[in-house]
């Protein structure tokens, strides 16, 4: 758990330094093999895990805390203008070391995004989560493998090399945020960030046996998170257990003014509902996310977990959301279109890859073709058609009614119930390579998770069991900034399963 390891770093029962270096190790043993990483900053790790440990030995000296405790650290959870984290002074993540999604702006340290038009890139500021972690006291390790431009669902596009599931190696691990799902199931680090356009963090949780939260949009600022679908991009941890998401999301959560969509609501204690009985909730099932096209030994997981909260005293019922048949196809003419324009800045002129060629549109030309990889450039071209003149109304602007719709779903279910309860994916993780040629079969691995990304609503996947050996996860939504709710749902079902056979094995290697 991070919070019994940060306070015995605080007590000086452990060294922060002694932390990162077994993650080191760790990830020099195994990230051959996984491809979690791609960039790893060891040294500025050992270097700010030693700061912290000297500032904490010279306030126990003193009979006192350490000034700032990390060399800094602000009064409050999240980063410098954030409002209604919790008190981050006395460093809720001292010294634990973390890894971060490679299309969240680190200063001095590459954020490439998985591509080649942004190889070698530093950005020369961090982003407001990355200021957060800091100020909370966390250690980042590197950066994580990912989807390129977090355009994918498998960890198979990134530019430079795949990413591998530690629970199998010869299956993906999910995507977008690959990477950082993958290392928090092998051990390498307690927690990652990533980011969650249609499932990017929830999908690969449940593919490694993870917890993966995407929290309300607006929540958690997206300053500093390179572009991909404004509208929809939200950044979120990826955990071992609830605790764990509960504590990082404490961090994370919070206004930030230099985030024009970014909620200006009070952040809650989210650990402090941990805990607490769910005898009386009500929770749906959407009807939906049940039928054609889940794997059998998803359905059977996810019904078993149903009937673990009908134990907890929950009354679970089916419910309907009557567009989510919709959703799919409204986040494939949504997203590419806002891709297409938050891509148009890489061009070759102000920074990453220049290919030369002959004249400036020659030079455009060349640069974004051997920039972008086959996905990044099928998403581009959707989406210019989709805003083109002529097409505009018939697909852009009718998908966004459209959206208007799933969002009401949601609406109405939740005048009714608490939550929604479904699975995260419709299957287990599948075999590297084996979509990769079929980008609708492809698409489909989203299917449970797009839907609330169009509405804005915050989500969780929790391991709920397994099919022949391989994680399933359960998804659980709830309405706007509901995330104490889904939290205490989650920690309720996860104490309930302690000792599930399933539970023990997704914990070897860890």
């Known amino acids: ?137 966390a250690v980042l390790l590197g950066k994580t493998n990912m989807d390129e431009f977090a355009m994918g669902s498998s960890g198979e596009n990134s530019a430079f090399f795949p990413t591998r599931n530690p629970r199998d190696t010869t299956r993906v691990p999910g995507g977008s945020s690959s990477g950082s799902a993958a290392a928090v199931a092998a051990g390498l680090v307690p927690f990652a960030l990533g980011s969650d356009t249609g499932g990017s963090v929830r999908q690969p949780a449940s593919f490694c046996g993870v917890v993966g939260f995407k929290p309300t949009y607006g929540r958690v600022s997206r300053y500093g998170l390179v572009a991909f679908a404004s509208s929809l991009d939200q950044i979120g941890p990826l955990t071992a257990t609830v605790e764990d998401c509960a504590l990082v999301m404490e961090v994370l959560a919070g206004h930030d003014p230099r985030d024009a969509t970014s909620a200006d609501v009070p952040v809650p204690a989210y650990r402090e509902v941990l805990g607490r009985e769910v005898r009386g909730m009500k929770l749906g099932v959407p009807r939906e996310y049940m039928g054609e096209g889940i794997e059998p030994g998803v359905r059977e997981a996810v019904e078993a977990a149903l009937r673990v909260f009908e134990d907890l005293g929950c009354v679970v019922e089916e419910c309907s959301l009557p567009h989510t048949e919709y959703a799919l196809a409204v986040y494939y003419l949504v997203a590419p279109a806002e891709a297409s324009s938050n891509l148009a800045r890489y061009d070759g002129v102000r920074y990453g890859l220049r290919v030369e060629g002959g004249d400036i549109t020659g030079m455009y030309s060349h640069t974004r073709r051997q920039g972008f990889g086959a996905e990044v450039r099928r998403r581009i071209m ?36 608490d939550l929604l309860v479904a699975p995260t994916s419709p299957t287990v993780a599948f075999r590297l390579g084996e979509r990769t040629e079929d980008p609708l079969s492809m698409y489909m691995a989203d299917v449970c998770t797009i839907p609330v990304n169009l509405a804005g609503i915050p989500a969780i996947s929790i391991p709920c069991g397994e099919e022949a050996g391989l994680p399933v996860g359960l998804q659980i939504m709830g309405p706007p900034f509901a995330e104490s709710t889904i939290l205490q749902a989650a920690h309720a079902f996860e ?11 997704g914990g070897e290697g860890r």
């Open 1 to 137: 758990m991070i919070a019994e390891t940060a306070a015995a770093i605080r007590r000086g029962e452990l060294r922060a330094r002694e932390l990162v270096e077994s993650c080191l190790s760790r990830i020099a043993s195994l990230d051959a093999l996984l491809g979690c990483f791609l960039t790893l900053d060891g040294e500025r790790a050992l270097e700010r895990a030693g700061h912290i440990d000297e500032e904490l030995a010279r306030a126990r000296q003193h009979g006192g805390r350490a000034a700032g405790g990390t060399g800094g650290l602000k009064a409050r959870g999240g980063a410098p203008g954030a409002s209604g984290g919790n008190q981050a002074g006395d460093g809720l993540l001292l010294g634990i070391p973390y890894a971060c999604k490679d299309n969240i702006c680190t200063r001095g340290v590459p954020t490439t995004c998985a591509s080649r038009i942004l190889e070698g890139y530093v950005p020369p500021y961090s982003a407001t989560v990355v200021e957060g972690l800091e100020a909370a006291g």
């Open 382 to 417: 959707l989406g210019t058609y989709a805003l083109s003149a002529g097409y505009y109304d018939a697909y852009y602007l009718k998908a966004q009614k459209v959206r208007t719709l799933v969002k009401r779903d949601f609406e109405q279910a939740f005048s009714r119930y």
């Open 495 to 505: 104490r309930a399963t302690v000792g599930a056979s399933w539970r023990r094995r």
